[in-house]
C-alpha cells in the first residue's frame, strides 16, 4: 500500500497529473524510443504507437492503479494487473526493462509538470510506479517461472504445417515445434505472440489465440488488416497472411493470457464479433473434447456469412455439445429463420435468455464489447462475472 505521505500527496495531484497523462506518455514514447530504438524491435508495436493507442492505454492503467490504491489501500488490484502481465510474459519484458521505463517516464514527468513537479510529488508518484512495477515483476516471475523459463526465452522456432483458407481475409496456421522440444500446456483462451521480421529490417509481434491443437501441433488464425500503406496497423497480419507457407518458420512466445475458461458446471455465454470468435473456438473444443454437458449460449456478429471463420467448425462443436445454443447475426446476407438462429443486423440480446448463473466472455471491438457488457449487466450478471479479451492496447482497463 502506499505510504500515509505520498497518500495525501497523491490525492491532492491526480487530478493534475491524471489530466497531463496523455502529455507525459506521449513524450515519455517519444524520447524512450528516439535513445533506445532496439526496444522497438521486436517489443513495442509501431502500429499502436502511431496510432496513440498505446500511450492512451499506458495513462489509462497509471492512473487506475493510483486510483484503485487510494480507493482500496488494502488490496493489491490483481484483475488490473493480470492483463499486463500477462502481455508481457507473452513478450519476454524483462525486470530490467523496468528501470529503463522509469527513467524515461519521470524525465517525461518533470518536464511536462514543470515547477508543479515538486520532490515531494515526484517521490509520491515514483512510490505508486515501484508499487505497480514490482508487483508486475512478481506476477510475470511467477508466470515465467510456471512456463519453465524465464522472459529471455520466450521465443522459440515453430514451422507452419498447415495452412487453411478460413476466408478471403481469414487464414489458419497448424503449427508444430520447429526445434524438437515438446509444446508447452496452454489454457484454452490463452494467446500466443508471434514475431516477424519486417521488410524494413524491424522485428514486430502480435498476439493470436491458439484456436486449436492436436497433441503438439497449435493453430492460430491471421486476418489480414487493410490498413494504409503508409501506416504500420496491419503489417503483420497482412505480411503473415500474404507469405505464410508450409514449411516456414515463425517466432512463436509461450502462451499466454488470464482470460480462460472457468472450471465448474455453471452456464456459460460465449460472445463474439468477426476475428474474435478464436478464443470462443477454443473454449468449445475443450468443453467438447470433455464432452461437458453444460449449458453455452454462443452468440456471435459478423459482417456475413462469407466473412464468417471458423463458421462450420464452431457449428459441429455446438452439435456435440448438448446443452450448447448458437445465435449469429450478419451485417451483409440473408436473414434465417428464428429455428436456424441466424438473424440481419446488429447483436440483439432481447433474442437470448442469458442465465443468472452464468459467466460471460467476450471477445471483438471495444464498442461491440461495451454495449454486450451493459446489457449482460442488465440482464442480472454481475460485473465479476463479464470476462473480456481485447488484442492489442487495453484501452479499457479501470473502466470494465
Known amino acids: 500500500m502506499l505510504s500515509t505521505e505520498s497518500a495525501a500527496t497523491v490525492r ?4 493534475a497529473v491524471a489530466g497531463a497523462l496523455d502529455t507525459i506518455t506521449a513524450r515519455f514514447y517519444d524520447t524512450m524510443l528516439g535513445e533506445r530504438p532496439e526496444l522497438l524491435d521486436g517489443l513495442f508495436n509501431r502500429g499502436n504507437q502511431a496510432s496513440g493507442e498505446q500511450r492512451q492505454a499506458l495513462a489509462g492503467s497509471i492512473a487506475a492503479f493510483a486510483t484503485m490504491l487510494l480507493d482500496n489501500p488494502d488490496e493489491r488490484p490483481d484483475a488490473l494487473l493480470s492483463r499486463i502481465a500477462h502481455k508481457h510474459v507473452s513478450l519476454g519484458v524483462t525486470e530490467d526493462q523496468y528501470v529503463i521505463v522509469h527513467k524515461y517516464l519521470f524525465e517525461a514527468i518533470a518536464h511536462t509538470l514543470g515547477e508543479a513537479a515538486t520532490p ?5 508518484w515514483d512510490e505508486v510506479y515501484w508499487l505497480m512495477a514490482g508487483a508486475l515483476i512478481a506476477m510475470e516471475a511467477r508466470l515465467y517461472q510456471e512456463a519453465g523459463g524465464t522472459g529471455r526465452d520466450v ?9 487453411h483458407e478460413q476466408t478471403p481475409d481469414a487464414a489458419t496456421l497448424t503449427l508444430e515445434p520447429g526445434d524438437g522440444a515438446p509444446a508447452p500446456d496452454f489454457r484454452a483462451g490463452q494467446y500466443v505472440s508471434v514475431r516477424v521480421r519486417m521488410p524494413d529490417g524491424i522485428h514486430q509481434a502480435r498476439q493470436y489465440s491458439v484456436s486449436g491443437w ?9 486476418k489480414r488488416l487493410r490498413a494504409g500503406e503508409d501506416h504500420p496497423a ?3 497480419s ?3 497472411h500474404g507469405t505464410a507457407a508450409p514449411g516456414d518458420t515463425l517466432m512463436v ?3 499466454a493470457g488470464d482470460v480462460t475458461l472457468s472450471e465448474g458446471d455453471h452456464p456459460l455465454v460465449l460472445v463474439s464479433a468477426g476475428i474474435g470468435n478464436t478464443p470462443m473456438v477454443a473454449m468449445l473444443r475443450h468443453l467438447a473434447d470433455h464432452d461437458s454437458a453444460r449449458r453455452v449460449l454462443v452468440l456471435h456478429a459478423d459482417r456475413s456469412p462469407q466473412d464468417h471463420a471458423h463458421r462450420e467448425e464452431v457449428a459441429a462443436l455446438v452439435e456435440r455439445l448438448p446443452g450448447a445454443t448458437a445465435h449469429t447475426w450478419y451485417e451483409d446476407g440473408h436473414e434465417g429463420s428464428e429455428e436456424d438462429r441466424v438473424y440481419l443486423g ?5 433474442r437470448v435468455e442469458v442465465p443468472a448463473d452464468a459467466e460471460a466472455y467476450m471477445c471483438g471491438p471495444l464498442p461491440f464489447m461495451r454495449a454486450v457488457r451493459s446489457e449482460l449487466l442488465k440482464s442480472g450478471l454481475p460485473a465479476r462475472k463479464v470476462h473480456y479479451e481485447v488484442f492489442g492496447p487495453d484501452l479499457w482497463l479501470g473502466q470494465a
Open 12 to 15: 491532492a495531484t491526480i487530478p
Open 120 to 124: 515531494d510529488v515526484v517521490a509520491a
Open 155 to 163: 521465443w522459440r522456432p515453430w514451422t507452419v504445417a498447415e495452412r
Open 214 to 222: 492436436d497433441g503438439s501441433r497449435r493453430r492460430i488464425t491471421v
Open 234 to 236: 496491419g503489417e503483420v
Open 238 to 240: 497482412s505480411l503473415l
Open 253 to 255: 512466445s509461450t502462451p
Open 346 to 350: 446488429d447483436i440483439d440480446m432481447s
